[in-house]
């Protein structure tokens, strides 16, 4: 191959011609470099070379032999193009068969020597189906060695990648250590370049071991100086300092028609504590769904209120945004604050002489939706900004919030509880609050899977529900019936359940979703706050932070197509007030995945736990909007506690030596790529 360097485009490598730059291009591989960080899923130890006498159903080998006779075949039963082998080796003769690849029969021919990787089964005689097959040569690239597989892909498979990748690893040199070298050698971790070269193409299991330990590390480490230096920086920004005043704060428990819980009470002293700092307080407040994170952060925007500051809250849509400013307003109104709403459908006049009050200062508190963010809205003294649901909204829009010479104070909600090891990661920047105990007095919402044949019984329980005085959610995966068969929409079902189910409550069902115009959502949620509507047929949108205590029932259509923490945020939309409340989940798939996953719900009451077990199943994607991060874990397990301790410590230790990285040059450069991907800066 022609001198190559690791800059270079990927069709400067022979073979990798414009179909397959665009392939690459599509899982981010575009140059030399990209190439050779496109890391192998899993390997398969094909080391081994066992003579044809010794084979056995079930045993993975590599088997080398020489070709007898090869054809292809066509089986008319099964309707397929087969390529079937006769080979040998001095031990014995055995038969290859490779389904749907009948032009194997013309590139292998009788007398080559060919080395063939795959498993034995018994049928008839041994038998090797679809083995990875080459021939004999000094360096093997799918057969006797330990053989990667990388990531399924449509268009690039693994043996087209494994020829491409092999050659390459001789410029692996090329690749400069990042870590520091007392790290590297204080941990024994493998140097950079050999681990690249040992993770595609391992010599042992062992040094594949050592080569994935020495990534894991890497990761984790990364991100840690990464989120370090972002702390480092925040404590560094000036911020208004909230006086703590005591007074205020009793005075406005007082106001309340319920007592704080302890939990509430310890959450808001620490975010008091926090803002009395003239350093920016970075604060995530987790509590499960209906634990009550609402009024802290009332309380938090009236003590900033109090000392002459704005607020802002942020919520990601425009009925929690409704629900909150009615909610605040009435919290904070007999204190004379004054509250505002901004909405994406706010009339232009209104929002004009809004504005005008908020850069003036009349408006203390701020309550909306993403139309707080927008360019021109300005505050006289912004204190405070709450983001409600923070996961929902993306790391840009979090920090756009943060414009200006000082920084206001943040406070993030969250009920979707992170395992402590995410929270140590991607949001090590912040500090933590967790509302671990429910306003007394809940009953806990019995989860219950229903299989089609229980339909009409589920019918009939939400019937005497609605008779009883209460009032029903069902929750549907799409708004409009699509091609995919069998999935219930919100607008099919609500005609449904007005005409077949329920007829003698038709009037009292409504339609709520995503794309109706606001005016109109406002309308129906206010006819189902006030019991107006009884049943209240809806996609997602009443995810969060929906607050409707009658409710009593949550059924969800199409439970499967939900992830875990979205069926609980579901869930925690009843059980709010004092009736007994029912979580019912409808679902046509009974594969065991699915059933396992469902299940977990039934048995598992606890935001938290579910959050592992969504983890642990799915992978951390879905969990809190990481998923265009994802990627950048590979091969470290965000389960992994100790490994980020460990990577928080180190991280800790370097900055502290040396806080600009001046001595870490390559390190430097690294995080710079980093900390774009993750807008740290
Ligand atoms: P979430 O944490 O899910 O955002 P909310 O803030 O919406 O929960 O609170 C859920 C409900 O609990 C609201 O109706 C709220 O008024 C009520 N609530 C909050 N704190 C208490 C408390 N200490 N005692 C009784 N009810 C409470
Ligand atoms: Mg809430």
Known sequence: MPRLSLDDPVTAITGVDKAYRERLDHVGVKTVRDLLLYFPRRHEDFAAVTPIVGVQPGMRTTVRA???????IFTRRKHMQIARATVSDESGTMTIVWFNQPYIAKQLHPGDQVLLAGTIELNGGLVMKNPDYERVSRDPTHAARIVPIYPETRGLTSRWLRPKILPLLWIADQFEEILPAELVKRKGLMARSAAIRQVHFPGSMESLDQARDRFAFEEVFLNQVAVQQAKRARKAHPANSIPFDEAAARAFVAALPFKLTNAQRRAAWQILTDMTRPQPMNRLLEGDVGSGKTVVAAMAMHHVAQAGFQSMLLAPTEILARQHADVVESLLRPFGIVVGMLLGSTPAAGRRSLLASVADGTVHVLVGTH???EEDVRFEQLGLAVIDEQHRFGVEQRLSVRQGELWPHFLSMTAT????TLGLTLFGDLDISVLTEMPPGRLPVTTRLVSPDDRRAAYDFVRSQVIGGRQVFVICPLIQESDKLGVRSAIEEVEKLR?????????????????????????????????????????????????????????VEG???????????????????????????????????TMRRLHALVTHKSGFDLAEIDLQLRGMGDLHGLRQHGHEFRMASLLDAALISDAQAEAVRLLERDPTL????????????????????
């Not at 509880?417 to 402590?420: A, F, L, S, T």
Request: some cysteine; hydrophobic content about 45%.
């Open 371 to 373: 139309a707080l963010i």
């Open 66 to 72: 020489e070709i007898y006779h090869i054809e292809k």
């Open 417 to 420: 509880p992170i395992p402590r």
């Open 559 to 593: 439970a499967d197509r939900f992830g875990l923490a979205q069926l609980h945020q579901f869930r925690g939309r009843v059980g709010r007030g004092v009736h007994e409340s029912f979580c019912l989940l409808f679902t046509d798939v009974d594969d065991p995945e």
């Open 662 to 681: 001046a001595g870490e040059p390559a390190l430097r450069r690294q995080l710079a790529a980093y900390r774009r991907v993750y807008a740290l800066d």
């Open 499 to 555: 005409t077949e189910v329920f007829p003698e409550l038709a009037e009292r069902i409504e339609l709520l979703h995503g794309r109706m115009k606001s005016a109109d959502k406002a309308a129906v949620m206010s006819r189902f706050q006030n019991g107006q509507a009884a049943i209240l047929v809806s996609t997602s949108v009443v995810e969060v932070g929906i607050d409707i205590p009658n409710a009593t029932v949550m059924m």
